[in-house]
């Protein structure tokens, strides 16, 4: 008889743990599981699983946004699902869905009578967030309610499973260490040549003007930290114009300046845009930072990129950052959640402090420099990414956390 197994997620929309979902939801094997994914909206996610022959259940008052009416449809709607699937397997993704379904699963099985087991996987630990020390403290205690109702807690990354091991009485093994990977077929880069060719069309420029491309692919929300990445383009452009000045008045023989013609492309949608076309405005650089809005495989165009930049100030085991790696792009990330497990410093890629657009410019200014270091990274990264963060291991392990229990 086959397991089924529910998967629960907050969004729909296409951002790190939708993938996860999809993923696991569309390779576990059918004549063992039978999976199913209940979700809030009706996005990408959605879709993708529907075109998969996944079947998904929509909850319509679950969004991320707290509101207690909302929250209390929530519950009643859960209970009501757990009640008609009766899955042996409740897989719970997000830090909200993780803290209602938990509950609603530990007291649906005490009332139902029957063995059911929940799993909740850790996509960045609620706690990191840029928020108030209040806040950080009250989410921990949340976090830690959610992983007390769990039978067993996936762990993505090396930061926060050693965080899950300083959580009050909690038992070490409830916690379950399983890196990401990405499945092989999802991967479809286009050449450099054609990928720069189509962005520049996106963005209305010549494609000649793409002779050095920084971008990054991620939500506009806070927690990706794209002021600072802006900050720090504003900072190169600066340097760059201060050099050719300096170059000009002199007019001596000191090393030659590389010309860029620098355009950054942040690929991705949400709610942080009209701050981040305000800072773009004031800083001047209208005409070479683009937000170019969500792209629907957006991964495809990676190979157009010079440098791949990731300024987040809270990660879990980042895919995007993993694709521009299976791409061959050098990559800066900021050092937080599981960035470190990726990015080998000065091997493939730099990382920098989060909140640190000096340190962050420095690196991009330094890669931009150097086309042998980016291409020396690129290749490293490659291999890393190929022999490190397999998917067939991430679903074999997932697959034997499912039958063990």
């Not at 869905?97 to 630990?125: D, M, S």
């Not at 409830?174 to 077929?185: C, N």
């Not at 420095?362 to 990414?385: P, S, Y």
């Amino acid at each position: 008889m086959r397991k089924k197994v529910l998967f629960v997620i907050t969004k729909s929309n296409w951002g790190g743990a939708q993938r996860y979902v999809y993923d696991l939801a569309t390779h576990l094997p059918q004549e063992t599981f039978d999976p199913v994914v209940a979700l809030g909206g009706s996005g990408m996610l959605k879709t993708r699983l529907e075109e998969a022959g996944i079947r998904t259940i929509s909850i319509p008052s679950l969004e991320r946004d707290i509101s207690l009416i909302k929250e209390l449809r929530s519950l009643k709607y859960l209970w009501h699902t757990f009640h008609q699937e009766h899955p042996d397997i409740i897989h719970l993704n997000s830090s909200k869905i993780g803290g209602l379904g938990a509950a609603v699963a530990f007291f649906y099985q005490l009332a139902a009578n029957y063995k059911l087991k929940t799993i909740f996987t850790v996509h960045g630990w609620a706690f990191n967030e840029d928020r108030s020390f209040v806040v950080r403290y009250v989410m921990r205690l949340l976090q830690w309610v959610t992983v007390w109702f769990c039978h067993y807690v996936i762990i993505i990354s090396n930061r926060d499973f050693r965080q899950a091991l300083h959580l009050p009485l909690v038992k070490r093994t409830k916690f379950i260490f399983i890196p990401l990977g990405i499945a092989q077929e999802s991967l479809s880069f286009l050449p450099r040549k054609a990928a720069k060719k189509e962005l520049a069309a996106r963005l209305q420029v010549p494609a000649r003007h793409l002779n050095a491309l920084v971008g990054t692919i991620a939500e506009l929300t806070k927690n990706k930290g794209l002021e600072y990445f802006i900050e720090a383009i504003a900072n190169v452009m600066r340097s760059q114009n201060q050099n050719q000045e300096l170059k000009s008045k002199t007019n001596s023989q000191q090393p030659q300046t590389i010309n860029y013609k620098l355009k950054t492309i942040i690929i991705g949608e949400g709610e942080e845009r009209k701050k981040l076309e305000i800072l773009i405005q004031q800083y001047g650089l209208r005409e070479t930072v683009f937000l170019a809005g969500f792209i629907p495989d957006a991964a495809q165009y990676l190979k157009a990129f010079d440098l791949f930049v990731l300024s987040s100030l809270k990660e879990g085991l980042p895919y995007t950052i993993l694709e521009a790696m299976r791409a061959g792009v050098p990559v800066v990330g900021s050092r937080v959640g599981g960035i470190p497990d990726l990015i080998e410093q000065e091997g493939t890629g730099i990382i920098v402090p989060p909140k640190n657009p000096q340190d962050l410019s420095g690196a991009i200014q330094r890669l931009l420099d150097d086309k042998a270091l980016r291409t020396k990274f690129g290749k490293q990264a490659h291999k890393r990414a190929q022999e490190r963060f397999s998917f067939d291991t991430m679903l074999s392990a997932t697959i034997r956390l499912y039958n063990g229990i």
